[in-house]
């Protein structure tokens, strides 16, 4: 099992910056792949960022130039650094694991990011 647990949403202003972090724990040493999703009001869960266990990164075109996905101590911690963010960057942000030993994709209880006047 792992457990992943988002933190740094809030509310922010347009043009504003934020850094979302994700720990990792549990059985991580098969995790591959990591990203970040979200999900607006009324909207399905999109792709926002992704990275590779080898580092390759990709983005959705909304977010391309001013997202930035990391990772560090290899899977244990991800990272989201959101600049020049938008209102309709607004939405319940979650991280994801892939374990393609279970074919299972893990997931956090997400957190809320407001970007508002």
């Known amino acids: 099992q792992v457990q992943l647990v988002e933190s740094g949403g809030g509310l922010v202003q347009p043009g504003g910056s934020l850094r979302l972090s994700c720990v990792a724990s549990g059985i991580i040493f098969s995790i591959t792949d990591m990203g970040w999703y979200r999900q607006a009001p009324g909207k399905q869960r999109e792709l926002v960022a992704g990275i590779t266990s080898g580092g390759s990164t990709k983005y959705a075109d909304s977010v391309k130039g001013r997202f930035t996905i990391s990772a560090y101590n290899a899977k244990s911690t991800v990272y989201l650094q959101m600049n020049s963010l938008k209102p309709e960057d607004t939405a319940v942000y979650y991280c994801?694991?892939?374990?393609?030993?279970?074919?299972?994709?893990?997931w956090g209880k997400g957190t809320l990011v407001t970007v508002s006047s």
């Open positions: 994801s694991a892939d374990d393609p030993r279970y074919a299972m994709r893990y």
